[in-house]
């Protein structure tokens, strides 16, 4: 069993489990390119407000790197990262959207007759594009698809298998340097901190689509973190 098959089937294996006065608030016609101005009508009177809506920006820090070996480093690990980002991402929008789906089925031979066209549906989608991935990139998969859906790789095949056969895949997995109970640490990780800084410019710049991670990650307390870990050294 190679590493892409393994990895094609835990993405497969997401689509199967997985007293007052009353205010009311309107918009005015005038309208400019980033202000609205609101009025807000309380018992019959109207105050208006503008109001700049402006979509939150971290500002980064300038990168510095200690040597090239550093800088050549991050580059590739940007590169691997920004590579299997997407299937992540896709994983976790797969995962909700056939939970609830599956909600939604009532007789179990519908049930499975709904996941095993969305099996066949991953495999014949991902299965060549997974058997490419290297096998630094597989375990950046493995980590990005904990930070999406807030679940191992291994314990996602786990609701589907036995104990046995997961504890089988893991050792599979781990014969090609891929471990699929890794998770994703970015305050305990230094990779997995500068996965999550190579994620973040990727929103902030479009590379990447933004999506939120299943756990709370606050980028400007992760750098602190880090820059106070190098400063302590």
């Not at 497969?12 to 608030?25: P, R």
């Not at 980064?60 to 550093?70: A, M, V, W």
């Not at 950046?140 to 679940?151: A, C, D, M, N």
């Not at 410019?201 to 307390?221: G, H, M, T, V």
Request: glycine share 2%.
């Amino acid at each position: 069993m190679n590493k892409a098959f393994h990895l094609t089937y835990i993405l497969m294996c997401f689509c199967v489990f997985s007293v007052g006065a009353q205010i009311t608030e309107e918009y005015t016609v005038q309208e400019n390119d980033t202000t609205q101005t609101f009025y807000y009508m309380i018992d019959g009177d109207s105050i208006p407000r503008e109001m700049i809506d402006l979509d939150e920006v971290i500002l980064l820090n300038k990168l510095e790197f200690n040597s090239k070996t550093d800088r050549r480093r991050y580059l590739i690990l940007r590169r691997k990262t920004r590579k299997v980002y997407p299937f992540a991402k896709l994983a976790a929008e797969r995962l909700q959207t056939m939970n609830e789906r599956l909600k939604t089925i009532e007789k179990n031979s519908q049930r499975r007759k709904y996941t095993k066209r969305i099996q066949k549906y991953i495999e014949d989608e991902f299965s060549e594009r997974l058997k490419k991935l290297t096998r630094t990139e597989g375990q950046i998969l493995v980590k990005l698809i904990h930070r999406q859906t807030g679940t191992t790789a291994f314990d996602l095949v786990k609701e589907l298998r036995t104990g046995w056969r997961a504890f089988w895949y893991n050792t599979t997995a781990s014969m090609f340097d891929i471990s699929i109970k890794e998770e994703y640490r970015p305050f305990e990780v230094k990779e997995d901190y500068l996965i999550e800084d190579i994620l973040e410019r990727s929103f902030q710049a479009n590379i990447l689509d933004r999506q939120k991670p299943a756990f709370e990650i606050d980028y400007l307390d992760l750098t602190a973190h880090w820059n106070k870990k190098t400063v302590n050294k």
